[in-house]
C-alpha cells in the first residue's frame, strides 16, 4: 500500500517536470534570463528623472552630512578656555580662542564676547542671532530633499499609470486580453513605481536624520549660550566693559 502511494507520487513527480520541460521547449522565453539592469530598464521613460533625483538627492545627502558634521562639531574645552580668559580680563584672547576651531558653537560665542559691556538681553538676542544663521546654513538644501520625498513616488505613479493606459490602448486597438499581454506590460511600467518609492525613502530618511542632527545642536548651543552668560554675570569676572 505504501509502496504504491510512492510510486504513485514518483511518477506525477517526473509528469510534472516533463511538462515543465516540455513548456520550456515550446516557448523559449522561459529560458531567457535578464539581468538587473536590464529590468530596471524596462521600466521606461520616467525613471530618467527619477534616476537624476536619486543622484542629486546622494550629492545632496554627503555635502550636507560633511558641512552639519563639521559645523555641529562640539569643543569640550572652548568654553572652559573662554571662561579663564574672560576672568582674566582678557578679551582678545578669549576671541582667538573662539576663532580656532570655526564651528557653529564657536561663532555663536564670538559674538557673545564681540558684545561683552553692553545689556544681559541684548547679548543674548545677539547670541540667539547668530545661531539662528548657523541653523539655517545647516538647514541649506534640506527643503530639496522634502520636495524629492513626494516628487519621485509621483514620477514612478505617473509612470505606471501611464503604462496602464498604453497597455489597455493596444488591447482595445489589437483586442488581445491575454494575462501574458497585460501582465508582461504591467510588471515593466510598476518598475518606475518602485524605483519613485525607493528614491523617495531615500531622500525622506535623510531629510529626517539631518533635521534631528540640527535638533541636537540647538539644544547643545542653548545650554553653552546659558554657560556664557553666567560666566560673564559672576563676581569674580574681571572682564572690563567698552
Known sequence: MISSFIRLQVDSLSQATQAVQAAAETNPALNQEISVLEFVFKGGFFLIPIALLLFYTLYVIFERYMFIKKASKIDSHLVSDIRTNLNAGNIDMALSVADRTGTAHSNVLREGILTIGRPI??????????????VALMEKKLGHLGLIAGIAPTLGFIGTISGVIKIFYSISVTEDISI???????????????????????????????????????????????????IIQRPNYAGKTK
Open 121 to 134: 538681553a541684548e547679548i543674548e538676542s545677539n547670541m540667539e542671532r547668530a545661531a539662528n544663521i548657523e
Open 180 to 230: 501574458g499581454n497585460i501582465s508582461g506590460g504591467l510588471y515593466e511600467k510598476m518598475i518606475s513605481s518602485g524605483a519613485g518609492l525607493v528614491v523617495g525613502i531615500i531622500a525622506y530618511s535623510a531629510y529626517h536624520l539631518f533635521n534631528g542632527k540640527i535638533d541636537d545642536f540647538v539644544l547643545n548651543m542653548q545650554r553653552q549660550v546659558l554657560e556664557f552668560v553666567s
